[in-house]
């Protein structure tokens, strides 16, 4: 079987939705975080695999990007669990239920 | 040289003005400060006068004034000034020279009176206000002098303000004196309207010019009519002469300086001061307004002789003298003898004022006794007074020869005689001179002759301080005449602009015969009738009804309360009904509808704008709540709301596509 564009974008919906799911089911702050992570991950998948079945695939453009989305990544996983330290410092607790300072 | 003392002629009036404030500001304890403050301020004034007096002898008709603008209001320009020209300057001798002698008596007569700084104030104010009067250049400026002139008269007859009749007499003056002055001040207004000016002399603009009286036309006859109504209420002549024998509730030197001298003369000189008005148009030296000046005139001065001949009170037989010789020099003026009319007024002005302290220096001898039928035999017990009162009452009563009176009286008869309108005034005041001959003879006897009575049994001479001015204007008196005579008629010549000649042969002319016979005739008469007078009149034996007549002032006062006063009650009660209860209830029904429409703009801002402002607020206020609970601050509700959001945006997209 050869892989096509289909095979990775169906591979990368199913990610996205375990990432959503994550997000939205669990209450630990750590755990929404690495949903985020997932979904973040699910769309590299589409640029590289875009980039992969594109017309002109010498250009590596599909790979810088993802390249730069995964420092970003990295980059936004630091400040978020600086963020999750930070909060449980203040709060005794990461759950995201008790975090309900921002309502109305 | 004398365009400078024009200049400062202001300071004439303006000397006697600041001691009374000066006065006004001392102690009642201060009595010698302030008498010497107000006589030295009468001094001064009279230096003054004499000093703008000096250059008026120079020239005939001399003339100078002095304008400056007062204010100006929109495009209107108000001018006002103060001139000197014979009529003025020989007025400013005789007020401050009469003024004087009145204040040194004054001393002596209210020496006891606790008021006595109070009484000075008020003099030389009266004073100022009247120097004010003869100065003025402007009919406005003489208005306003005028009326201090009238508080002043106010202040001073309601002097001893215990006294209910003082103050009632007071009140009287100045109402009856306001009627008057409507008339003027409509006069003035008229003037102003026609002539646009209301300054005498503008180098030929002034309204009493050649250029203003063309302006004035045909109305310088009510104009004049109008102004004589402010004279006639301040000169005491018919019919507004009834307050100025009550005027006599005033301490004596009052009534002798204003109500004989000095303020009483303020409407002749009006007159005499805006005479080229009345004089306008004039066929004969004869015009309406001057008629009426005539008539009113002639008869003033018989009906206050016929009055003063059955009165008892001794300043009230003086103050029907004065309304008398007032009304004579009306006639004057009105035949066209203005410079005998002033002549008789200035010569008026010692003798009355020497008359009334005389009576004063009685009144004081007496205890303040005022009835002539309680007094007599006067004359040995008070010798200066009985001689300087002859010597009074022969210059009234015209004695010729050697008192000033008899020959300005003449002057005047001459005068009436050669009126072309009616010979009937020249009568008329032929009778006036007997008249008053005989009233004064009366008094005399009544005063000085006889029997000594209860009022006269310790009686006394007055202080020197009080008889040295009563010599002072007996000599006047006499000297005056100097200035008089038709061998010298100096006077005469200075006030009406023509050099006087010396001609002795002159002195004796055929109406010094008239008048003596006259004189004589009302002097023997009055000697016959009442050598023997006792308690009652013998006029008053004779003719009862006559005399009770002429008693109750021929009941012009009962006559004035029926007519015009009781009119004025009339008015003033049907005034009060109607505000009462036609204007009240007139004003209580619109503030009804204005309650009306207060409770209506009430409801309706309540029920209608008011709850339609609560109803939106009510709402954003609950549809902030809605939108407040659905912010949680559950993060994951959020995320969730996001992520059906963005499910339902790609439904639509697939459905779309």
Known sequence: ?????????????????????????????????IGIDLMLAAANVNFVAFWRFSPEPAQPTGVIVAIFSIAIAAAEAAVGLALVI??????????????????? | MSSWIVTYLWLIPAVPLAASLVILMLANSRRTASAALAIFGQVVALTMAVAAFLPTLQTPGYRAFHNFTWFTFGEQTLRIGWVIDPLAAAMLVMITLVGLCIFVFSIGYMAKDK???????????????????VIANSLLLLFVCWELVGLASYLLIGFWIHKPSAAAAAKKAFIT???????FFLGILWLYGRSGTLLFYDHGNGCLENAGLLLVGASATFIALLIFCGAAG??????????????????????????????????????????????????????????????IGVVTALMAALIALAQADIKRILAYSTVSQLGLMMVSLGVGGVAAGIMHLLAHGFFKALLFLGSGSVIHGCHEEQDIRNMGGLRRLMPVTFLTYAIGMMTLSGVPLFFSGAWTKEEILHATAHWPKSSVPYYLMLAGVVLTALYMTRQMIYVFFGDKRAASEHAHESPRVMTMPLIVLAVCAIVFSIALTPAWPWLHGYLSGEPAHFEIGQLIQPM???????????????????????????????????????????????????????????????????????????VRALAGVGQLFGILSSHFDERGINSGVDGATTGARGLGRFIAARHSGQIQTYLRAAGVGALALLILYAWLA
């Open chain 1, 1 to 33: 079987m050869t892989p096509t564009l289909t095979i990775f974008l169906i591979l990368s919906a199913a990610l996205f939705c375990i990432g959503l799911l994550a997000a939205l089911s669990r209450r630990h702050a750590i755990f929404i975080l």
């Open chain 2, 115 to 133: 008021n006595f700084t109070r009484f000075f104030a008020y003099l030389s104010f009266f004073s100022a206000a009247m120097l004010g009067v």
């Open chain 1, 86 to 104: 930070a909060v449980y410092r203040h709060y005794r607790t990461t759950n995201v239920d008790k975090l309900n300072q921002l309502k109305g």
């Open chain 2, 234 to 295: 301040k000169s005491g002549q018919f019919p507004l002469h009834v307050w100025l024998p009550d005027a006599m509730e005033g301490p004596t030197p009052v009534s002798a300086l204003i109500h004989a001298a000095t303020m009483v003369a303020a409407g002749v000189f009006l007159v005499a001061r805006v005479y080229p008005l009345f004089s306008l148009g004039a066929i004969d030296g004869v015009t309406p307004s001057l008629t009426v000046v005539v008539w």
């Open chain 2, 177 to 183: 004196t306001r009627i008057g002055d409507i008339g």
């Open chain 2, 512 to 586: 010094l015969f008239l008048s003596l016979a006259l004189v004589a005739g009302g002097i023997g008469l009055g000697v016959l009738f009442y050598r023997k007078a006792g308690a009652t009149d013998p006029l008053a034996q004779a003719q009862p009804a006559i005399f009770r007549f002429l008693e109750n002032k021929m009941w012009l006062d009962e006559f004035y309360a029926r007519t015009v006063l009781a009119f004025a009650h009339f008015a003033a009660r049907f005034s009060d009904v109607m505000d009462r209860y036609f204007w009240d209830s007139l």
